[in-house]
């Protein structure tokens, strides 16, 4: 499977943003799938992630209440829609998918481990 992330963007602190990452070429139903993001000199940090079916979603503290992840399977889309932008949310933003079917884990699905299919990325640049 390939992944293709979009809708990143320039937008003023408190705005709002909503990313997609569409996947191609493979089966997207049936794997966690997850968004993580690098800021610039630092490292690549853990932002959400979601159960195949969509039941089961968890967050990284910075975002909780801010971010939702979602997907919708039968276009083979997952999305984050990004709510309450702060200065410090600026980065590259990644999806990936989980390349085994196993049972949600928070812990597990946090890890960048977990994924072994990564998108290109898309820059997300909030202004203060």
């Known amino acids: 499977v390939q992944l293709q992330a979009s809708g990143g963007g320039l937008v003023q602190a408190g705005g709002s943003l909503r990313l997609a990452c569409s996947a191609s070429?493979?089966?997207?139903?049936?794997?966690?799938m997850g968004w993580f993001r690098q800021a610039s000199g630092k490292e690549r940090e853990f932002v959400a992630a979601i159960s195949w079916s969509g039941g089961a979603r968890y967050y990284a503290g910075a975002v909780k209440g801010r971010f939702t992840i979602s997907r919708d399977n039968s276009k083979n889309t997952l999305y984050l829609q990004m709510n309450s932008l702060k200065p410090e949310d600026t980065a590259v933003y990644y999806c990936?998918?989980?390349?085994?079917?196993?049972?949600?884990?928070?812990?597990?699905?946090?890890?960048?481990?977990?994924?072994?299919?990564w998108g290109q990325g898309t820059q997300v640049t909030v202004s203060s």
């Open positions: 070429g493979g089966t997207f139903s049936g794997y966690t």
């Open positions: 990936a998918s989980d390349p085994q079917v196993r049972t949600f884990s928070s812990n597990y699905s946090s890890s960048a481990r977990a994924y072994d299919v």
